[in-house]
């Protein structure tokens, strides 16, 4: 049966999941970030559902273990759709929509071919090692089109503020889940860690987001030049 | 090899992403003007500098929390704790760090003045509502 902690994460989550989908509605700010709240909607639906299959089955069941890690994968796929509507809002001035929507796409594509054609060569249980696989690699692939994301809004000079802080704070999470995904491929020891370390991470995404949508006017405007670490 | 080689690259991004939106919550407080009051409390008289922040945030811890503002305070703390971290390494061996830790110390310190000028005034408010009902 779960404990207070598992209790804990699952109502927090839930709550902030939920917040950033309120704040971006009270703030007049939710078809502008569809994709975001979308995503933030499905997760948090998903975790009702964990809920639920948690109560049922156990902690320590297959059934949750293969729900997390399949739900997982199809989060990662929207989160990395959230990314796509971020591309797209940055380059919707120079009408560049439809070549990033062709270019996710094909990368989505050649992500889940890349992790199948390596859980093909080492594994016999080919499904659930290819969940945790391309999770890992979507997650990493994430990451880079964040990187450079960021990249071109220094080049671009973006200036609006809550589009800065949506982007760096998917570029944190991209980045945790990366590298503890990657952890756990790397190291079976820490497996008594992870299903702490992965479920509190979570927390990091919406907390930022709730920030961005609460605290940060759609209007508000940095100068670029202030957050380049090397001064320009 | 393929696991080793993502965890690097992700811990070296996230270091850089964690600076950066720290320096982004940073410079979205920056434009916000300190009231005489908060400068008076703060010994903040001019430019802020890093040795300020460690008072700043005690002040802070005096007044009641606001939920929206915990994790960006928490964020800059763990960014002032490693700015001092490169300072006492890093900026020993290169002078020209020394001066950008320095800057972005006292910029810690000044967005930790602005967190303590909203509390106040969130006080207040609750202040108020109360005496009114």
């Known amino acids: ?21 309120v704040c971006s509605i009270a703030k007049g700010s939710f078809r502008r970030y569809l994709t975001l709240n979308v995503y933030m909607l499905a997760a948090s639906f998903v975790n009702i559902v964990r809920f639920k299959i948690l109560l049922t089955y156990g902690f320590k069941s297959p059934e949750y273990g293969y729900f997390y890690y399949y739900s997982d994968l199809l989060l990662t796929i929207a989160l990395y759709c959230a990314l796509m509507g971020l591309y797209s809002y940055v380059f919707e001035e120079m009408g560049a929509e439809q070549y990033v929507r062709l270019g996710a ?5 050649g992500t889940a071919g890349f992790s199948f054609a390596v859980v093909q060569q080492y594994s016999s249980r080919i499904m659930s090692h290819f969940v945790l696989e391309a999770s890992q690699n979507l997650y990493f692939v994430g990451l880079v089109l964040t990187y450079v994301l960021w990249g071109a809004m220094l080049k671009l000079r973006e200036t609006r503020t809550r589009l800065i802080q949506l982007v760096l704070a998917l570029g944190l999470y991209f ?27 979570g927390f990091l995404l919406p907390l930022a987001w709730v920030y961005a949508f609460w605290r940060i006017p759609e209007d508000a405007r940095i100068a670029p030049s202030r957050l380049a670490v090397v001064p320009r | 090899m393929m696991a080793a080689f993502i965890f ?12 950066w939106y ?49 994790g960006s305070i928490q964020a800059v703390g763990t960014y002032f704790g490693l700015l001092n971290f490169v300072r006492a390494t890093l900026a020993r061996m ?7 830790t ?32």
């Open chain 1, 1 to 21: 049966m779960p404990g207070p902690f598992e209790y804990i994460v699952w109502f927090l989550g839930t709550l902030l999941e939920a917040s950033v989908v």
């Open chain 1, 105 to 109: 796409v094909l990368l989505l594509l």
């Open chain 1, 175 to 201: 980045s945790v889940f990366a590298a503890s995904y990657a952890l756990r491929n790397l190291s079976t020891s820490l497996d008594g860690v992870w299903p702490y370390l992965i479920p509190v991470s």
């Open chain 2, 8 to 19: 690097v690259c992700s811990i070296v991004t996230l270091l850089q992403f964690f600076v």
């Open chain 2, 22 to 70: 720290c320096r982004s919550l940073i410079a979205a407080s920056a434009k916000e003007a300190l009231s005489p009051e908060v400068r008076d409390v703060t010994g903040i008289a001019r430019a802020a500098s890093g040795e300020d922040f460690t008072r700043v945030m005690q002040l802070l811890q005096l007044c009641p929390e606001r939920p929206e503002d915990r």
């Open chain 2, 94 to 100: 290169v002078p020209s760090m020394r001066a950008w």
């Open chain 2, 102 to 133: 320095e800057s972005e110390r006292g910029s810690c310190a000044y967005f930790a003045a602005v967190a303590l000028e909203r509390r106040i005034a969130f006080s207040r408010g609750m202040l108020a509502q109360q005496m009114e009902s």
